[in-house]
């Protein structure tokens, strides 16, 4: 690896280091900081599953070997977490940019309680639109994820979010599930974006009355312009319920699993062409749709992105 990007030794660019094969990553003393991306999916007017954005996964190696996000995280000093989790959104925004998608959006964490005074909200909200700048995207591509946390200073995250969005980019509350607080998050965020709590959703998943109230509070959701996803999704079943519940974006390893980059994505599920103008759509012959599933079942399709 060598170092890219020179800047003054303060930012957390001039920690960044290119690989080889193109790719940003980072050190933490005996660890290599890599981004990985999972594929988030919402459904074309055909009802064909594509793919409409990435979240950005840190993954670290030491001597080689993966180590658990978890155990990395435990060991990150409370003095170096701030630069941690800021070095993070960089890495995924300049990796995320290297696929030149047009349209796909990137989901990146932002963990209150690190970014408490307005100054360091300031600098933190200057070096994603920096590192978004670099990566050739656009502002509305990146969805800052805030995670609920204790005691956080409900100001300071307002504060963030809007000086997020007057730049353009766009806000998501993580982990909306049945706790009173969720709702005032929403009201007073007012994000673009709303992801369910995934042990919550499935264990409500699994009983018709639950089915029905997360279909309520999904229409209720999508009436407010906001989006909802449901993430976590580990088998068939859970995609066929979330497409008859109207679930716009659906995320999960029976989908699809994250990958380190720079990815296979691009192959995987090329961006659709789409003309700049056209008086005329041509007749366009596709191919059959691969698909998977059981045998008698509606199945999530991807069209010729193939799973």
Not at 156 to 168: K, M, P, Q, V
Not at 228 to 257: N, S, W
């Amino acid at each position: 690896m060598h170092t890219d990007l020179m800047m003054n030794s303060n930012s957390v660019f001039a920690r960044l280091e290119r690989m080889e094969d193109g790719t940003f990553a980072t050190s933490y003393g005996p660890f290599v900081l890599q981004t990985a991306l999972q594929p988030i999916f919402g459904e074309d007017a055909n009802g064909i599953l594509e793919l409409a954005a990435f979240e950005g996964l840190i993954r670290a190696k030491r001597n080689g070997e993966p180590v658990p996000p978890s155990q990395f995280f435990s060991m990150v000093t409370a003095a170096d977490m701030q630069t941690i989790d800021s070095l993070c959104r960089t890495l995924h925004i300049l990796n995320t940019g290297l696929l030149n998608r047009r349209a796909a959006k990137l989901f990146v964490n932002f963990h209150p309680g690190l970014f408490l005074t307005l100054n360091d909200i300031r600098h933190e909200v200057d070096r994603i639109a920096v590192a978004t700048r670099e990566a050739g995207m656009r502002p509305e591509q990146i969805v800052c994820e805030i995670t609920r946390k204790e005691n956080e200073d409900l100001r300071a995250i307002t504060h963030f979010a809007a000086s997020l969005r007057n730049l353009g980019f766009k806000i998501a509350v993580d982990e909306y599930g049945a706790q009173d607080s969720d709702a005032e998050r929403v009201r007073i965020l007012e994000p673009e974006f709303v992801k369910f709590e995934t042990s919550w959703v499935l264990e409500f998943m699994n009983i018709s009355t639950g089915s029905a109230l997360l279909k309520v509070m999904v229409d209720q959701f999508k009436e407010r312009g906001i989006t909802p996803i449901f993430e976590g999704l580990e088998d068939l079943a859970q995609v066929e319920l979330c497409q008859q519940l109207g679930v716009p974006l659906m995320q999960g390893y029976v989908l699809a699993r994250p990958e380190i980059a720079p990815t296979s994505f691009n192959q995987t599920y090329p961006e659709p062409f789409e003309p700049i103008r056209q008086t005329t759509a041509p007749a366009v012959s596709r191919p059959a749709s691969p698909t998977f599933g059981l045998a008698g079942r509606k199945n999530a399709s991807f069209g010729k992105r193939g799973v």
